[in-house]
Every structure is written in structure tokens, then in C-alpha cells.
Nanobody, 121 residues
Framework: QLRLVESGGGLVQSGGSLKLSCVSYGTRVAIATMGWYRQAPGKQREFVADVTIGGRTDYGNFGKGRFTVSRDNNKNTVELQMNNLRPEHTAVYYC???????????????WGRGTQVTVSS
């Protein structure tokens, strides 16, 4: 199985920056895509950004141009650089990965426990 551990969250003022990191642990899963989701209080979890093993990136409507996602395929880590943060970005940010168990084709979803990002006015 795969364990995802996030770090880098915190409290920043509007206009500030944060870098989130996610480290994966597990040798039985071949990771295809790694990225980030977020969930604000009372709202559904939504897509932020991800990157495939081939390096293609995708961003949610609010993230493109503001956030930058990157990964290290060998280390199976992913980062999210967040700039010009605003209060509406306040949420728990979850690391997410898709991957297949060794010897299998079908991919599964894996989630970290989240890291809190709070942006003050």
C-alpha cells in the first residue's frame, strides 16, 4: 500500500506564499499521478493541481498561474508552491496519488491526512 505524508502548511497573511510537500512511502505501488486537493470547511473537496509521471501538469480553475506543482519521480514526492495567497485559499490541503499495485493494471486512489493552510486578511 501507499502512505502519503504532507507538510508545509501554516498561517500566512494575504499575499504571502507557502510551499507544501508530500512524501510517499510504499514499495508495492507504482505511482502514476501525484497532486493536491483541498477542502474548506463546509465545502466539498476540490482539485488543486497534479502532475503525471511524464511531467504533464494540470491545475484547477483557481490554481493556474498562482500555484506551481512539481514532482520527483525517483523519490515519489510532490510539491505545491503557492504564491499570492488569499483568504479564500484557506483549507486543508491533501496530497493525492493514483497508482497500481505491483503486478496489477487497475489504479487506485491514495490520500494523505492533510495539512492546514490558513490565510489571514
Amino acid at each position: 500500500q501507499l502512505r502519503l505524508v504532507e507538510s508545509g502548511g501554516g498561517l500566512v497573511q494575504s499575499g504571502g506564499s507557502l510551499k507544501l510537500s508530500c512524501v510517499s512511502y510504499g514499495t508495492r505501488v507504482a505511482i502514476a499521478t501525484m497532486g493536491w486537493y483541498r477542502q474548506a470547511p463546509g465545502k466539498q473537496r476540490e482539485f488543486v493541481a497534479d502532475v503525471t509521471i511524464g511531467g504533464r501538469t494540470d491545475y484547477g480553475n483557481f490554481g493556474k498561474g498562482r500555484f506551481t506543482v512539481s514532482r520527483d519521480n525517483n523519490k515519489n514526492t510532490v510539491e505545491l508552491q503557492m504564491n499570492n495567497l488569499r483568504p479564500e485559499h484557506t483549507a486543508v490541503y491533501y496530497c493525492h496519488a493514483t497508482g497500481a499495485l505491483t503486478g496489477e493494471i487497475r489504479r487506485k486512489d491514495y490520500w494523505g491526512r492533510g495539512t492546514q493552510v490558513t490565510v489571514s486578511s
